[in-house]
């Protein structure tokens, strides 16, 4: 029992130090990077939006 708990700590402890190594690293998009992100994000779920009804619409039509 005593093993899995040391074990689990250890996962844990090494999980945290890759989460603080990862965000030393990261750093806060610009205006425009973050303008550019919320562009492409938005036409991509309008795009697979679009594919969903016409997807439904062809089933509908051929039921």
């Known amino acids: 029992m005593s093993k ?3 074990r689990n700590l250890s996962k844990l402890s ?3 130090a ?3 190594r990862v965000l ?3 750093k806060k998009p610009s205006n425009d990077e973050f303008k550019t992100i919320v562009k492409v994000s938005g036409l991509g779920m309008i795009i697979i939006g ?3 009804f016409l997807v ?8």
């Open 18 to 20: 890759e989460c603080r």
């Open 56 to 63: 439904q619409m062809i089933r509908s039509i051929l039921s």
């Open 4 to 6: 899995t708990v040391s």
């Open 24 to 26: 030393k690293v990261t």
């Open 50 to 52: 679009a594919i969903g």
């Open 14 to 16: 090494e999980f945290i």
